[in-house]
């Protein structure tokens, strides 16, 4: 699993939402997101969120980051497509080159389907009401 995780779809969104960490990352990110509500009408704009970086030892962080991702797809798209085009400008600049890190629709749904499998399934009503009772009754 550590090893899908860092070279397939799953590890390309993990490592761009590890990746926004400092001031001028988050505010180029906040960008991108002000840039995807422009092209979405005022009732369905997105407020501005950060992404949620999952860690290693809280297994739901994934799902939750996972979550967050796929809500601001359209702001992670222009932040990857970013990111790619100041690569390829120093790769030019440099002579050498990269792996792909574009993100398409299949590859967005496919991370969205592992990311329900990192879920915390609910307790039913039932057992979580005698939970309850039977703690108070301590």
Not at 16 to 31: D, G, S, V
Not at 34 to 62: C, E, F, G, S
Request: a positive charge; charged letters at 25%.
């Amino acid at each position: 699993m550590h090893e899908w995780r860092r070279h397939r779809q799953l590890g390309t969104l993990i490592a761009f939402i590890n990746y926004i960490r400092t001031p001028q990352q988050h505010e180029l990110f906040r960008a991108c997101q002000r840039d995807a509500n422009k092209a979405l009408p005022a009732d369905n704009q997105i407020p501005l969120l950060t992404p949620v970086r999952p860690v290693a030892t809280r297994w739901n962080l994934y799902h939750v980051a996972i979550e967050r991702a796929a809500k601001l797809h359209s702001a992670f798209d222009r932040y990857i497509e970013h990111y790619i085009k100041s690569v390829a400008f120093n790769e030019k600049r440099s002579g050498s080159a990269s792996k792909d890190v574009v993100l398409d629709e299949a590859r967005w749904a496919h991370c969205q389907r592992l990311g329900n499998n990192y879920r915390v399934p609910e307790l039913p009503q039932a057992a979580s009401d005698s939970n309850e009772e039977a703690r108070g009754s301590r």
